[in-house]
């Protein structure tokens, strides 16, 4: 079963708004990182954050992470038409068989 | 420098079946490793190879197995094709490993269960 649940499933807004996604897990981590992937492609690696910070920032990415909630989200400020893509949390854990578990991901439409 | 290549892009196999996929990494990359992606499970690991070696395996049964070359190179194998092996199945290279460093993907093989 996956760890992470990104909520919204899908997201549509308006070319220049900010979108966010948030992302639960279930159990502790070592690091959560988020992952980008266009339709029929491979995954682009956007951000790693670990589990003793709590926010972090690339460009117009911003991800805070909340452990005490177990839950991120990701925030792309001044969203682009290029930025329509499906956003996936992946959590590294701590202990069991799969150490990268991934959620069910964001659908992310922007549009022009 | 090249990026992660899967070949090949597409595959139709037929029940019952075996397949192999293959992976070259970055350069200089270690660690390769796969993952099942389907609308309805969403993306699964299924093992990870650092430096020739299994590290991690995740839950499948044993038809997918895997291996690398000294070149770093990865091979996934599937014996008994089902149909619910029908994916996109992506693979992964990274410098210290999936605890360690981000992932570079390919675009990943689309295989088709028939």
């Known amino acids: 079963s996956q760890q992470g649940e990104e909520d919204p499933q899908a997201l549509s807004i308006q070319e220049g708004e900010n979108a966010t996604m948030n992302c639960s897990y279930k159990t502790s981590i070592n690091n959560l990182q988020w992952y980008r992937q266009n339709s029929g492609r491979g995954l682009v690696h956007l951000i790693l954050?670990?589990?003793?910070?709590r926010e972090k920032h690339s460009g117009r990415l911003r991800v805070t992470l909340d452990t005490s909630k177990k839950s991120s989200s990701l925030l792309i400020t001044a969203s682009r038409a290029a930025d329509t893509a499906s956003y996936f949390c992946?959590?590294?854990?701590?202990?069991?068989?799969?150490?990268?578990?991934f959620g069910k991901g964001t659908r992310l439409s922007v549009i022009a | 420098k090249a990026g992660v290549t899967q070949t090949p892009r597409y595959l139709i196999k037929t029940r019952g079946q075996q397949v192999t996929l293959s992976c070259s990494p970055i350069s200089g990359h270690r660690s390769v490793s796969w993952y099942q992606q389907t609308p309805g499970q969403g993306l699964q690991f299924l093992f990870e190879?650092?430096?020739?070696?299994?590290?991690n395996k995740g839950n499948f049964p044993g038809r997918f197995s895997g291996r690398q070359f000294s070149n770093s190179r990865s091979e996934m194998n599937v014996s008994t094709l089902e149909l619910g092996d029908s994916a996109l199945y992506l693979c992964?290279?990274?410098?210290?490993?999936?605890?360690?460093?981000?992932?570079?993907f390919g675009n990943g093989t689309r295989l088709t269960v028939t």
């Open positions: 954050i670990r589990s003793n910070e």
């Open positions: 992964a290279s990274s410098t210290d490993g999936v605890y360690n460093s981000p992932l570079h």
């Open positions: 992946a959590t590294l854990r701590n202990s069991g068989n799969t150490p990268l578990v």
């Open positions: 190879y650092f430096s020739e070696t299994q590290r």
